[in-house]
């Protein structure tokens, strides 16, 4: 079976820094594009950040800067590295693999950053 397990959320200060992980497996890892989506109460699941097999990487104008996508082929893993985070950074966050119409999510891990 397909599984992507994320890690590294929690509770941190504003302007501090977390680090997410997502491991996956049942997949050829290599082959899919990788992101990391949030989403909050009420509100529709949005792009944070997405990288490519070839390690191309994109974010949403809010992170820009602040986020970085990488990932590690070796160990079928993403990152997402997040610094000077910001009370609206708050949400539950999502890892995404995708290959042509293959979709698979993670089950979502919370960040809260709040003083």
């Known amino acids: 079976q397909v599984q992507l397990v994320e890690s590294g959320g929690g509770l941190v200060q504003p302007g501090g820094s977390l680090r997410l992980s997502c491991a996956a497996s049942?997949?050829?890892?290599?082959?899919?594009?990788m992101g990391w989506y949030r989403q909050i109460p009420e509100k529709q699941r949005e792009l944070v950040a997405a990288?490519?097999?070839?390690?191309?990487?994109n974010y949403t104008d809010s992170v820009k800067g602040r986020f970085t996508i990488s990932r590690d082929n070796a160990k079928n893993a993403v990152y997402l590295q997040m610094n000077s985070l910001k009370p609206e950074d708050t949400a539950v966050y999502y890892c995404?693999?995708?290959?042509?119409?293959?979709?698979?999510w993670g089950q979502g891990i919370q960040v809260t950053v709040s003083s």
């Open positions: 995404k693999a995708q290959k042509l119409g293959l979709l698979y």
């Open positions: 049942g997949i050829r890892f290599r082959l899919y594009v």
């Open positions: 990288i490519t097999t070839g390690g191309s990487a």
